[in-house]
């Protein structure tokens, strides 16, 4: 791994443990066993190396929000859907607690990384497979279940073992097979 992406991966583990706020640029550099200078000489500031740890993990998450917005089978839709929350905290768990810390820590930062903007897309497919399930309110259906999920996102973070999440998954996935 070369010093940029470690600086990166140390300053995730940090932010998302410690909070943004609460991490010096400078414990980042020790940890990282880098000099403080390379970390402004990469990303300019903390904002820039923060702003480049949610680039990278949006990016990193994009390939599962695509499976839910090329689906075309609207049943599948709404399963997929239900299954984000375990598939992309399996694979990025620290980026997730991030985003958690940074909405608590921040309104700048929240305003700047809201989820919600690259979540629309999702959404409105959610949507629109509700309606073309003919569900009654398929608009109250799509907040009614990205509530849900955003309390099993919340719920996951904090789990040690992922695996017990599944029975949950299961059990909400049921509620919407037909």
């Given at each position: 791994m070369n010093k940029k992406d470690n600086i990166l991966k140390i300053a995730l583990e940090l932010f998302s443990?410690?909070?943004y706020e609460n991490t010096s640029t400078s414990l980042i550099a020790k940890k990282a066993a880098v000099s403080e200078g390379l970390i402004f000489r990469h990303f300019t500031n903390k904002e820039g190396l923060l702003t480049e740890i949610m680039n990278e993990g949006i990016a990193k998450i994009q390939p599962f929000l695509n499976t839910v917005i090329n689906e075309k089978d609207a049943e599948k839709v709404i399963l997929k859907v239900i299954e984000l929350p375990y598939k992309i905290i399996l694979s990025e768990k620290e980026f997730w607690k991030l985003q958690i810390n940074i909405k608590s820590q921040n309104s700048k930062f929240?305003?700047?990384?809201?989820?919600?903007?690259?979540?629309?897309?999702?959404?409105?497919?959610?949507?629109q497979a509700f309606s073309d399930l003919k569900f009654e309110n398929p608009e109250l259906e799509t907040q009614y279940l990205f509530t849900v999920l955003n309390g099993l996102t919340l719920s996951l973070i904090e789990l040690e073992n992922l695996n017990d999440a599944k029975v949950i998954i299961n059990y909400i996935q049921s509620k919407y097979k037909k």
């Amino acid at each position: 791994m070369n010093k940029k992406d470690n600086i990166l991966k140390i300053a995730l583990e940090l932010f998302s443990n410690q909070g943004y706020e609460n991490t010096s640029t400078s414990l980042i550099a020790k940890k990282a066993a880098v000099s403080e200078g390379l970390i402004f000489r990469h990303f300019t500031n903390k904002e820039g190396l923060l702003t480049e740890i949610m680039n990278e993990g949006i990016a990193k998450i994009q390939p599962f929000l695509n499976t839910v917005i090329n689906e075309k089978d609207a049943e599948k839709v709404i399963l997929k859907v239900i299954e984000l929350p375990y598939k992309i905290i399996l694979s990025e768990k620290e980026f997730w607690k991030l985003q958690i810390n940074i909405k608590s820590q921040n309104s700048k930062f929240k305003k700047d990384f809201d989820t919600n903007k690259y979540l629309i897309p999702v959404y409105l497919k959610l949507n629109q497979a509700f309606s073309d399930l003919k569900f009654e309110n398929p608009e109250l259906e799509t907040q009614y279940l990205f509530t849900v999920l955003n309390g099993l996102t919340l719920s996951l973070i904090e789990l040690e073992n992922l695996n017990d999440a599944k029975v949950i998954i299961n059990y909400i996935q049921s509620k919407y097979k037909k």
